[in-house]
């Protein structure tokens, strides 16, 4: 099982960026599909998560209304849409995929499979 995450790099504050993330040697749709992030010197925290058909969504508060997370099941990718992005987005996001429902989604041990990360800086 692989994940390939995509689409870091240095934006200014206010900025977008799409990542993506591309599963192979796994059947996609069948995996809750989430990223995490983690901070120089923080935990690795939730971002966002998208059922296995795309009817649910999850976010966390600090990215409500900012991200847009979306899965294409047919090219085994999820999108991770970044906008009006702040300071404070800074760190390397990671792509997992797991099996869980509604707040469970919220926890890294429900995902058993995890990619490689991509760095997203965001400058002031």
């Known amino acids: 099982v692989q994940l390939q995450a995509s689409g870091g790099g240095l934006v200014q504050a206010g900025g977008s960026l799409r990542l993506s993330c591309t599963a192979s040697g796994v059947t996609f749709s069948n995996y809750v599909m989430a990223w995490f992030r983690q901070a120089p010197g923080k935990e690795r925290e939730f971002v966002a998560a998208?059922?296995?058909?795309?009817?649910?969504?999850y976010y966390s508060d600090s990215v409500k209304g900012r991200f847009a997370i979306s899965r294409d099941n047919a090219a085994n990718t999820v999108f991770l849409q970044m906008n009006s992005l702040k300071p404070e987005d800074t760190a390397v996001y990671y792509c997992?995929?797991?099996?869980?429902?509604?707040?469970?989604?919220?926890?890294?041990?429900?995902?058993?499979?995890w990619g490689q990360g991509t760095q997203v800086t965001v400058s002031s």
């Open positions: 997992a995929a797991g099996t869980c429902s509604g707040t469970g989604c919220y926890g890294s041990s429900k995902y058993n499979y």
């Open positions: 998208i059922s296995r058909s795309s009817f649910y969504t």
